[in-house]
């Protein structure tokens, strides 16, 4: 599986040698050992599937009315906190992170550019450019359908500018129109130091796609991120919102021309987020760009074009959302098009648009823990997951789906949905959302909010370089900060807002800085829980029929 092969490498990057670390895998594989036999089925794809609805499924939690939703307003505000946390470049003279500082400042500098802005992945001080790109995105849509949700809980400006931070690299990253830099850092030096990035001396060389080395995949989720965010700053800021969208658009036109996926192109380069395809990232840009535009070629390319079908998911098990599997978030959102502006089905594009619509009741109904077709991906708890590394991405991102989608009904008067011929109200939908919102808040087995900061319990030993290293150290040189990383004290700095990656299938955590696996967190997976808070928070608002404001 990408995923874990991805991460697995990660899991001892820092530690090789390290006896808490071999303590801590002996755990990991004896809790593996019982807890994965048997979740990956011949249907996955990508970063893994469903059940088909074969066996019965084992008895979950039911689901709860969600009450009120004020308890969604805090991680909202801490998941800001996190991004802020991850920038790269010249800080904000009101930088809200008192233990950072200004980093990175000459990235760039070796290929004539200023890469100094963006942010950096999780606990390392590298820059990746696939999964920024998705950061964006996320946050770019729940900014687009909850800007409610984020005004009421105060963090809407906190959340453009960080949107805003993420755009201005993509757009220094993109210097022509068949180029583009995806990654600043090189794991490899990276890795074996442990530093804060204030201070970091590690070499910092650039990357890039292009016409001989393509990265369809990259090129394309940029496309989308910077599409998405054209629509977020088109009220605000319309000279911005071109400069956005011209970039999008060239930078689909190069994915889409110069085909090849940036794994293949960067095979000695590229030890980490590694993807298993581009044809979903193509129809993910094309469906953006339509909805930025209005232009129907885009819709006829996500829709009726060659990439359509091999890649829609049409007909397979429903796919789960992340950085590298876009599948099941272009479902959800062209079925938007088809729930509000439904088409002719005797057309090609008005049929391609309800089989979108189909796939995605599908997808839903594989989420919900009473359907006949439910998903047994989930732990004995009842929190969605699909693999050992950073588990709960998945579980944020299809709550997030599922709360949208049932918005995206209910707003077009919808109330129900048929699984299998069982009647589900829609709402339920959205208690399924507070369900796994619950449960990452502090509702399992182990009383543990997996997210720094928030609740009387959470990680206290986050697997973070500038968190573990006292901010009154004015340098750690390399191998000094590695009695940081090994150390079992909590960190000296809490990341508030930080989502670490969640618990075993049993649904066991271990809180060890070591422990990687479990105990580090992402940009992307932060994202995630912001766009899940403010959609949970946004208390099922009538959201419009188009996302489309007139160019």
């Not at 998705?134 to 770019?140: E, G, R, S, Y």
């Not at 209910?410 to 299998?420: E, K, M, P, V, W």
């Amino acid at each position: 599986m990408a995923e874990e092969d991805e991460w697995s490498r990660k899991a001892g990057r820092e530690t090789r040698g390290g006896w808490i670390w071999w303590l801590v895998a002996i755990v990991v594989a004896a809790i593996a050992i019982g807890s994965i036999v048997g979740i990956f089925v011949a249907q996955h794809r990508k970063a893994g599937g469903r059940n088909g609805g074969g066996n019965a499924a084992p008895s979950y939690p039911a689901l709860q009315p969600l009450g009120s939703v004020e308890r969604f307003s805090k991680p909202l505000e801490l998941a800001m906190r996190f991004l802020d946390a991850q920038k790269s470049g010249k800080l904000p003279k009101d930088n809200p992170i008192p233990w950072r500082g200004d980093s990175a400042l000459l990235d760039g500098k070796d290929v004539g550019l200023d890469l100094s802005k963006g942010m950096f992945d999780a606990g390392d001080n590298v820059k990746f450019g696939f999964p920024m790109a998705f950061t964006a995105t996320i946050l770019a849509w729940s900014i687009l359908e909850y800007r409610s949700g984020y005004n009421a809980s105060g963090q809407l400006q906190s959340a453009l500018e960080s949107l805003q931070w993420l755009t201005d690299y993509f757009v220094a990253a993109h210097p022509s129109k068949n180029e583009l830099f995806f990654q600043v850092g090189s794991p490899s030096s990276d890795h074996v130091c442990w530093e804060k990035p204030e201070t970091m001396d590690t070499p910092r060389p650039c990357l890039s796609v292009n016409t001989s080395k393509p990265g369809s995949d990259v090129a394309a989720e940029t496309s989308a991120a910077m599409a998405a965010s054209s629509l977020v700053f088109r009220s605000d800021n319309s000279s911005y919102a071109d400069e956005l969208l011209g970039h999008a658009k060239d930078l689909f036109s190069f994915a889409d021309g110069f085909r090849g996926s940036y794994t293949r192109s960067f095979v000695k380069d590229q030890q980490f987020y590694n993807s298993t395809g581009y044809g979903d990232e193509l129809l993910w840009a094309a469906a953006w760009l339509y909805h930025a535009t209005g232009e129907e070629e885009f819709l006829e390319y996500a829709t009726t074009g060659k990439e359509a079908s091999p890649n829609a998911g049409w007909g397979k098990a429903p796919a789960w959302f992340s950085w590298d599997d876009k599948v099941a978030g272009l479902q959800v959102l062209l079925a938007r098009k088809h729930i509000f502006q439904p088409q002719e089905a005797n057309t090609k594009v008005g049929a391609a648009l309800d089989k979108y619509k189909s796939t995605a009741d599908e997808l839903v109904c594989a989420l919900l823990p009473d359907s006949p077709t439910t998903s047994t991906n989930r732990t004995r708890a009842g929190m969605i997951w699909v693999s050992q590394w950073n588990s709960i991405q998945h579980a944020v991102n299809s709550a997030f789906l599922s709360c949208l989608y049932a918005d995206y009904l209910s707003s077009a008067g919808i109330t129900t949905l048929s699984c299998s011929g069982k009647i589900f109200q829609v709402e339920h939908l959205r208690e399924l959302a507070g369900f796994q919102a619950d449960y990452i808040l502090g509702k399992n087995p182990m009383g543990m909010s997996y997210v720094v900061g928030y609740g009387k319990k959470y990680p206290l030993r986050l697997h973070h370089r500038a968190a573990s290293i006292p901010s009154t150290l004015s340098e750690v040189e390399c191998k000094e900060g590695f009695q940081y990383l090994h150390t079992s004290t909590p960190n000296p700095n809490i990341a508030e807002g930080a989502l670490v990656g969640g618990p075993f299938q049993n649904d066991s955590f271990v809180d060890d800085r070591d422990n990687s696996m479990q105990n580090e967190a992402t940009s992307y997976n932060s994202a995630g829980l912001a766009a899940l808070m403010a959609s949970l928070f946004a208390a099922a608002p009538k959201l419009p029929s188009q996302l489309l404001i007139a160019q």
